[in-house]
């Protein structure tokens, strides 16, 4: 069985139904009972009803509420349906800049929920093995995985990650600029969901030449009324750019710090951008800009970390040398 057990969204493989689960990584508790997880939980969220507290409990890619991802996990391998036989061995994917402590955190807590055996797989690692890369190969393959708090970049090579760098700016902090945005120069206060809803459909790393308009509702900072702001399409670039600038810095720094050899590998095959900020409209295009090489988007790049546990999980023993030792 695998995991993508992400910030901002859990994914489950199983080998004969494929993936069972992909739903936000949220759970709600009323009266310290489980009340809700995933897509329900968000919903329930959104409505700030005091009698429901909402956690999500991984920030920046770890665990940060050890009892809620617990309980999370547990409630999620129920609502797939999961036999227990599949809990014997769970390949579970994380960031690479994580900590032995923080590694140890996820397997204890994956163990706590049922799984008997918990190997994990750098997410990089995981996404480039999921879009199809063969990474034992001498050829150098670089991968840029964003997903909700952490975008993980790496240059993989010989079945192993030749340079990382881990940034904790990624979706969450793109949907968070918007917000900001909004705030600071309209005094319009909106919900991280409207953010994430106009992050999805207007966003973009490049700066575009339309005219189109948007209808924002929220409420007024200064008078604490409704109110709609009308404003150009192209501020939701304005909002993301600080954001985005960050992304393709931290790309350029892992390049400049890799080997010349592999470099060379890097221009003939380039760049693969994965997980949900892969989406943000353009961000080939701009991260491509700043660094001189060709980058694609993955095809189904939210799926690309839990496609590289399903693999990893096909061909255990001839791939197993990608898993973190611990």
């Given at each position: 069985?695998?995991?993508d057990?992400?910030?901002?969204?859990?994914?489950?493989y199983?080998?004969?139904?494929g993936?069972?689960?992909?739903?936000?990584?949220?759970?709600?508790?009323?009266?310290?009972?489980?009340?809700?997880?995933g897509?329900?939980?968000?919903?329930?969220?959104?409505?700030?009803?005091?009698?429901?507290?909402?956690?999500?409990?991984?920030?920046?890619?770890?665990i940060?509420?050890?009892?809620?991802?617990?309980?999370?996990?547990?409630?999620?391998?129920?609502k797939?349906?999961?036999?227990?036989?599949?809990?014997n061995?769970?390949?579970?994917?994380?960031?690479?800049?994580?900590?032995?402590?923080?590694?140890?955190?996820?397997?204890?807590?994956?163990?706590?929920?049922?799984?008997?055996?918990?190997?994990?797989?750098?997410?990089?690692m995981?996404?480039?093995?999921?879009?199809?890369?063969?990474?034992?190969?001498?050829?150098?393959?670089?991968?840029?995985?964003?997903?909700?708090?952490?975008?993980?970049?790496?240059?993989?090579?010989?079945?192993?990650?030749?340079?990382?760098?881990?940034?904790?700016?990624?979706g969450?902090?793109?949907?968070?600029?918007?917000?900001?945005?909004l705030?600071?120069?309209?005094?319009?206060l909106?919900?991280?969901?409207?953010?994430?809803?106009?992050?999805?459909?207007?966003?973009?790393a490049?700066?575009?030449?339309?005219?189109?308009?948007?209808?924002?509702?929220?409420?007024?900072?200064?008078?604490?009324?409704?109110?709609?702001?009308?404003?150009?399409?192209?501020?939701?670039?304005?909002?993301?750019?600080?954001?985005?600038n960050?992304?393709?810095t931290?790309?350029?720094?892992?390049?400049?710090?890799?080997?010349?050899?592999?470099?060379?590998?890097?221009?003939?095959?380039?760049?693969?951008?994965?997980?949900?900020g892969?989406l943000?409209?353009?961000?080939?295009?701009?991260?491509?800009?700043?660094?001189?090489?060709?980058?694609h988007v993955?095809?189904?790049?939210?799926?690309?970390?839990?496609?590289g546990?399903?693999?990893?999980?096909?061909?255990?023993?001839?791939?197993?040398?990608?898993?973190?030792?611990?």
């Amino acid at each position: 069985m695998g995991i993508d057990l992400g910030t901002a969204n859990t994914l489950i493989y199983t080998p004969k139904k494929g993936i069972v689960l992909n739903e936000p990584s949220m759970i709600t508790y009323s009266q310290n009972s489980v009340k809700e997880v995933g897509l329900a939980a968000k919903e329930i969220a959104g409505k700030h009803n005091d009698e429901y507290e909402t956690i999500r409990p991984l920030r920046d890619g770890v665990i940060a509420e050890f009892t809620a991802a617990e309980d999370m996990i547990q409630e999620f391998i129920k609502k797939s349906e999961i036999p227990r036989l599949l809990l014997n061995h769970i390949v579970c994917g994380v960031p690479t800049g994580i900590t032995q402590v923080e590694q140890r955190a996820v397997i204890d807590t994956i163990e706590r929920a049922g799984a008997r055996q918990v190997s994990l797989v750098a997410e990089p690692m995981a996404a480039a093995i999921g879009v199809g890369l063969d990474v034992l190969k001498p050829k150098a393959s670089m991968v840029v995985d964003i997903g909700g708090g952490t975008t993980d970049i790496a240059v993989i090579a010989y079945g192993g990650i030749v340079v990382d760098n881990t940034i904790k700016v990624a979706g969450d902090e793109l949907t968070m600029s918007i917000v900001h945005y909004l705030k600071n120069t309209h005094n319009l206060l909106i919900g991280e969901q409207t953010a994430e809803q106009l992050k999805i459909n207007f966003g973009s790393a490049l700066s575009q030449r339309v005219n189109r308009k948007l209808n924002i509702k929220g409420r007024d900072l200064i008078l604490g009324q409704p109110k709609i702001v009308e404003m150009p399409v192209n501020e939701i670039y304005y909002a993301m750019d600080y954001v985005i600038n960050s992304i393709v810095t931290a790309v350029k720094i892992t390049i400049e710090r890799t080997p010349p050899d592999l470099v060379s590998d890097l221009i003939d095959f380039g760049v693969v951008l994965t997980g949900g900020g892969a989406l943000i409209k353009g961000l080939d295009q701009r991260i491509s800009k700043g660094i001189n090489l060709p980058v694609h988007v993955a095809d189904n790049p939210l799926l690309s970390v839990v496609n590289g546990t399903k693999r990893i999980i096909e061909s255990y023993d001839q791939i197993k040398t990608v898993l973190l030792r611990r």
